[in-house]
């Protein structure tokens, strides 16, 4: 079974520049959840699925984010316009329901110049 | 507020020996409460879960981890530490009504042969 695939695995863009990362869950993961990991802090929360439904975007830190996951497969995060500070790891995981693990991707590291 | 730490940043173990690798924990419900693992240039991987049970967790790769509610600690133990367990461990914890994961800020394991 293929695990958690995240495209790309390396980003590098100017300021002001829009990034869009790319998530494949498991197939059958219902849920789909985006964390970030700015150097050297604590991985964050950013926004969970439930298929194509938006169930929690608390931690998404402004509305230059912006997460969609059209038909409830693999889901896409836009940055736009990029700022320095987005620079970080770019998580996705997914899980069959909510009490399961969460399995994560490899990661995209965006680094914002 | 919810929050996990990790005490130490960085832990040292010679090939062979026991290894403990500390997780506390606050959260205002019940807690689930997960070890993750991240190889360098790879992404994380689920090692333990406690849901509830057994306060003594199994997990992959040899780790278990000990669930005590009266310290509100989750620390990662192993009998025998190998080289190839040098990474990064990061504890994360979550209450039984939610799901997003709270993360610790992750301890860097070095196995020393």
């Known amino acids: 079974e293929a695990g958690v695939t995240q495209f790309p695995s390396h980003s590098v863009i100017e300021k002001g520049q829009t990034v869009t990362l790319r998530c494949d869950p498991i197939?059958?993961?219902?849920?789909l959840y985006w964390y970030r990991r700015v150097m050297g802090k604590e991985i964050k929360f950013l926004l969970h699925?439930?298929?194509?439904?938006?169930?929690?975007e608390s931690g998404m830190p402004n509305n230059r984010f912006l997460a969609e996951r059209t038909g409830g497969t693999y889901s896409t995060l836009k940055v736009q316009p990029a700022e320095l500070e987005d620079s970080g790891v770019y998580f996705c995981?997914?899980?069959?329901?909510?009490?399961?693990?969460?399995?994560f991707g490899p990661g995209t590291r965006l680094t914002v110049t | 507020a919810q929050s996990v730490a990790q005490p130490e940043d960085q832990v040292n173990v010679a090939e062979g020996n026991p290894l403990t690798v500390k997780c506390t924990y606050s959260?205002?419900?019940?807690?689930?409460l997960f070890w993750y693992v991240q190889y360098p240039n790879r992404g994380l991987q689920f090692l333990l879960k406690?849901?509830?049970?057994d306060n003594l967790v199994k997990g992959s790769y040899g780790f278990e981890a000990e669930f005590n509610k009266s310290q509100t600690s989750f620390h990662l133990k192993k009998p025998s530490a190998l080289v190839s367990d040098s990474a990064l461990y990061f504890c994360?914890?979550?209450?039984?009504?939610?799901?997003?994961?709270?993360w610790g800020a992750g301890t860097k394991l070095i196995i020393k042969p």
């Open positions: 995981a997914s899980s069959q329901d909510l009490r399961s693990e969460q399995y």
């Open positions: 197939s059958g993961h219902d849920n």
């Open positions: 699925f439930v298929k194509e439904s938006k169930q929690d």
């Open positions: 959260v205002s419900g019940n807690p689930y």
């Open positions: 406690y849901i509830t049970g």
């Open positions: 994360a914890v979550r209450e039984n009504s939610n799901y997003q994961l709270i």
